[in-house]
């Protein structure tokens, strides 16, 4: 069992960044790939962007490419999404999610979720 916690969420107007943080609690961590979903008010939950259990390969959806990064630090059973250059539409709650799938886009694939935290880029 794994459980998550984000944080790091925020106000920023556009143009600016933030950085959240995903804390896992449990031993096998390093054994999930690691994924960055987001949802806007009346939206389906939608991917950002995955990394695998070594953190060796990264996906990321095309609407984030050149503005976020992930990554994650396994000693400190952390994810990060580095979100620069934000935009008011990337406005949502962004949640982290674990998988023993593989660093996929899809949502069913992803076995343990966060509460969320709230990102508002201001315009």
């Known amino acids: 069992q794994v459980q998550l916690v984000e944080s790091g969420g925020g106000l920023v107007q556009a143009g600016g960044s933030l950085r959240l943080s995903c804390a896992a609690s449990?031993?096998?961590?390093?054994?999930?790939?690691m994924g960055w979903f987001r949802q806007a008010p009346g939206k389906e939950r939608e991917f950002v962007a995955a990394?695998?259990?070594?953190?060796?390969?990264?996906y990321f959806a095309d609407f984030v490419k050149g503005r976020f990064t992930i990554s994650r630090d396994n000693a400190k059973n952390t994810v990060y999404l580095q979100m620069n250059s934000l935009k008011p539409e990337d406005t949502a709650v962004y949640y982290c999610?674990?998988?023993?799938?593989?660093?996929?886009?899809?949502?069913?694939?992803?076995?343990?979720w966060g509460q969320g935290t709230q990102v508002t880029v201001s315009s």
């Open positions: 449990g031993r096998t961590f390093s054994s999930y790939a």
């Open positions: 990394i695998s259990w070594s953190g060796g390969s990264t």
């Open positions: 999610a674990g998988s023993i799938n593989g660093y996929t886009h899809y949502v069913p694939d992803y076995n343990y």
